[in-house]
């Protein structure tokens, strides 16, 4: 089993909404950012949003912003992605990632990130 274990993925119509977590399925550290990345088929994976350790930094791809929300619950351990107004061109394979030890931000990019999750397949679709 991957570390991190996505959830809440789903088919939805267009203009509609989920909410994605993700949470970690074994001990990963007690500090660490959580990415978010998203890989349509036939596309390379790319970055949608991520959060810092203590949330209080967040990014967001411009294709994203104003419509996601990333967000965390530290004593859950969970990390939540609010999609509202989705569209077709969100379908995709989503993805979180965490960076073990991180001491400031998020990074963007997917090399930085030292964990895995193994994807939930959201498809926005009428």
């Given at each position: 089993q991957l570390p991190l274990?996505?959830?809440g993925g789903g088919?939805?119509?267009p203009g509609g909404s989920l909410r994605l977590s993700c949470a970690p399925s074994e001990f990963i550290g007690d500090y660490?950012?959580?990415g978010w990345f998203r890989q349509a088929p036939g596309k390379e994976r790319e970055g949608v949003s991520c959060i810092s350790a203590s949330g209080s930094i967040t990014k967001y791809?411009?294709?994203?912003?104003?419509?996601f929300t990333i967000s965390r619950d530290n004593a859950k351990n969970t990390v939540y992605l609010q999609m509202?107004?989705?569209?077709?061109?969100d379908t995709a394979v989503y993805y979180c990632a965490a960076e073990r030890d991180s001491t400031w931000g998020c990074p963007r990019s997917r090399d930085q990130y030292d964990y895995w999750g193994q994807g939930t397949q959201v498809?926005?679709?009428s």
């Amino acid at each position: 089993q991957l570390p991190l274990v996505e959830s809440g993925g789903g088919l939805v119509q267009p203009g509609g909404s989920l909410r994605l977590s993700c949470a970690p399925s074994e001990f990963i550290g007690d500090y660490y950012a959580i990415g978010w990345f998203r890989q349509a088929p036939g596309k390379e994976r790319e970055g949608v949003s991520c959060i810092s350790a203590s949330g209080s930094i967040t990014k967001y791809a411009d294709s994203v912003k104003g419509r996601f929300t990333i967000s965390r619950d530290n004593a859950k351990n969970t990390v939540y992605l609010q999609m509202n107004s989705l569209r077709p061109e969100d379908t995709a394979v989503y993805y979180c990632a965490a960076e073990r030890d991180s001491t400031w931000g998020c990074p963007r990019s997917r090399d930085q990130y030292d964990y895995w999750g193994q994807g939930t397949q959201v498809t926005v679709s009428s």
